[in-house]
């Protein structure tokens, strides 16, 4: 079943006099394991739009379906509550609680909820992460791409459908980029997660399954990897 | 591990300890706040106590004047006998009269003086020297008075140019007691040519009793004209610790400004951590904290700031009070009696609350903001 399905989406803005458009009629979908990059200069839209699937944002104009189900014109906290179901956030300055140790970092999105099984699912996601000897350190004692798996083990502690990461390699070096980009390449492949990741990185293309460039709010060529 | 069942609380206390300085300089103010509440409201509690404790057993006794404003000079037998109508069988009624004279100590000049003329002294008095009954012909002194001239029971005095042999020096009396005899020469009635008493006193076994006679004294002489005036001890007990009661009222009320500063250093530590968190209370929200959830986070820090603050305040509260307790009242462990363990409870209360109260605006700003805009940066 597409995990997200967004038809003819509008983003408008009025500043002053004016209207601006951040999206200017998208259609977007995604399938379950799908790699998915957006790129685009500065102020096309992707971060917008990246919202909007993120339900972070709603569309002026438009639709999205998430696994099927109407979305579009729910109020903030039944948007919260999907977003806690089934959606996993990276970002491109981490955003780690600096006060929290590693597990702690990864567990907060399921803090609230005291339950018992998510310290050790934490453990788990970093140890396949490759953070098995950092567990219990502060973010402060950890390199950026270790603080990336952080990251990246905190979107998925709610075993989410889709993951989206804005700028996920931004500040990272190209090494450590591309190990970033092998672990989301084999979440993708092994749990049948969803990866949407907004770019400026050509790298990241290398990785992913298509590729969406957006110009001006619309989607511009879309190129297809490997067939 | 308590993190566990209160996670809330678990990241409030690390955000907490994130920045130590400013944390313990805010939970100071709550500190400062609860001292200040607490340990005046003890200062009023041992103020009013040291003054009861002077006060004495006072509650139960009336004095009966005559009303000097109607022409009323003097008592006489019948309205005694109104008086011991009214008043309970177990009270003691003792009838005074008075006249001045000149009075002169150790062959001194003569002073005028006003002699008490009391029937039964016994029943009003204990002696200090000397033997207060059979009460015929002799002087009863009180202690200032005999300590003054230096009399003991033997001396003579002279009384409008009569010897008069001194029996014995009373008892100190309760300072503000109108039956105190410590500056009083007291006679016999036997002494007095006159018929009419000048006061009467009326000591019953309670407070209430008191009151009751007060009222029935009041109705039968007062019948037809204001005859006599009664004046109850006990009501004025009353009236000074309602004044007392206002008095610590007031200080209470200083001493909580105290905490309004507190409460808004709070809210400007909040004020500034939810700024320079920004992004991350936008990244919470982001994976699905509800606006209540962050919230409950940052009330949460509030809460253990004033919790926090709130106990080194009882702590160091309780220490004030042992030292106000030891010099005015002159036992330190009084200050574990229950007036203040209200005062301190209070303070406390009222520290964590004025924490809560200041976290409210900061809370409600970091959780309304959007976490779109939030993470825009």
């Known amino acids: 079943m597409t995990v997200i399905d967004a038809q003819g989406l509008v983003k408008r803005y009025r500043t002053g006099g004016q209207t601006l458009y951040a999206l200017a009629g998208i259609d977007f979908a995604l399938e379950p394991g799908e790699f998915v990059s957006i790129m685009g200069p500065s102020g096309s839209g992707k971060t917008t739009l990246l919202n909007i699937l993120g339900l972070l944002d709603t569309p002026t104009e438009g639709t999205v379906l998430l696994e099927g189900q109407d979305v579009t014109g729910l109020g903030d906290s039944k948007r919260t509550s999907l977003r806690k179901q089934t959606i996993g956030f990276v970002f491109q300055h981490f955003y780690l609680l600096p006060t929290l140790t590693a597990v702690e970092n990864v567990e907060v999105p399921l803090l609230l909820d005291s339950d018992p099984g998510v310290t050790k699912r934490a453990r788990t996601l970093l140890e396949r992460l490759g953070l098995g000897e950092r567990l219990d350190h502060k973010p402060d004692e950890l390199s950026g791409g270790q603080k990336q798996r952080v990251a990246i083990a905190r979107s998925l502690i709610n075993s989410p459908k889709v993951v989206l990461a804005d700028e996920p390699t931004g500040n990272l070096d190209s090494e450590t980029g591309r190990q970033i980009l092998d672990e989301f390449r084999r979440i993708a492949d092994e749990d049948d997660v969803a990866i949407v990741a907004v770019t400026h990185d050509d790298l990241v293309n290398e990785y992913v399954d298509r590729t969406v460039h957006l110009v001006d709010g619309t989607i511009g060529r879309e190129r297809k990897n490997g067939g | ?377």
């Open chain 2, 1 to 377: 591990m308590a993190g566990r069942f209160f996670p809330a609380a678990l990241m409030a206390r690390r955000n907490l300890t994130r920045t130590k300085m400013r944390s313990l300089l805010a939970s100071l103010g709550i500190v400062i706040g609860v001292v200040a509440i607490a340990s005046l409201g003890m200062f009023g509690v041992a103020l009013q106590y040291s003054f009861t404790q002077n006060l004495g057993d006072v509650g139960n006794q009336l004095t009966v004047y005559p009303n000097s404003g109607e022409n009323v000079t003097e008592l006489t037998e019948r309205d005694i006998r109104a008086i011991r109508r009214e008043a309970s069988a177990t009270a003691t009624v003792s009838p005074v009269m008075t006249r001045v004279e000149p009075v002169s100590y150790n062959r001194g000049d003569p002073v005028r003086e006003t002699i008490y003329g009391v029937e039964n002294p016994a029943e009003l008095y204990e002696a200090q020297e000397g033997r207060v009954s059979p009460f015929r012909t002799g002087a009863l002194v009180g202690s200032s008075v005999a300590d003054e001239h230096d009399l003991h029971p033997g001396s003579q005095i002279t009384v409008n140019g009569t010897n008069v042999r001194v029996q014995a020096v009373l008892e100190e009396g309760e300072p503000f007691s109108s039956t105190n005899p410590d500056n009083r020469v007291i006679m016999s009635t036997n002494s007095f040519s006159q018929r009419g008493y000048s006061e009467v006193y009326v000591i019953e076994s309670t407070g209430t009793a008191a009151n009751e006679t007060a009222m029935g004294i009041r109705e039968s002489l007062n019948e037809r004209e204001e005859r006599v005036f009664v004046q109850e001890l006990g009501s004025i007990v009353d009236t000074i610790e309602q004044q007392f009661q206002i008095i610590n009222t007031v200080l209470a009320g200083i001493a909580s400004i105290s905490l309004l500063v507190a409460g808004i250093s709070i809210l400007n530590v909040m004020l500034m951590s939810t700024v320079e968190r920004r992004e991350e209370i936008g990244v919470l929200r982001a994976v699905g904290y509800q606006k209540r959830d962050v919230l409950k986070v940052m009330l949460m820090e509030a809460t253990l700031l004033g919790v926090l603050g709130g106990i080194a305040g009882v702590v160091l509260s309780i220490g004030a009070g042992l030292a106000i307790n030891h010099y005015a009242v002159g036992d330190a462990m009084a200050v574990f009696r229950l007036p203040n363990a209200w005062y301190v409870g209070a303070a406390f209360t009222f520290g964590v609350l004025t924490s809560i109260v200041s976290g409210l605006y900061p809370a409600w700003k970091a959780a309304s903001e959007e976490p779109v805009d939030a993470l825009r940066g």
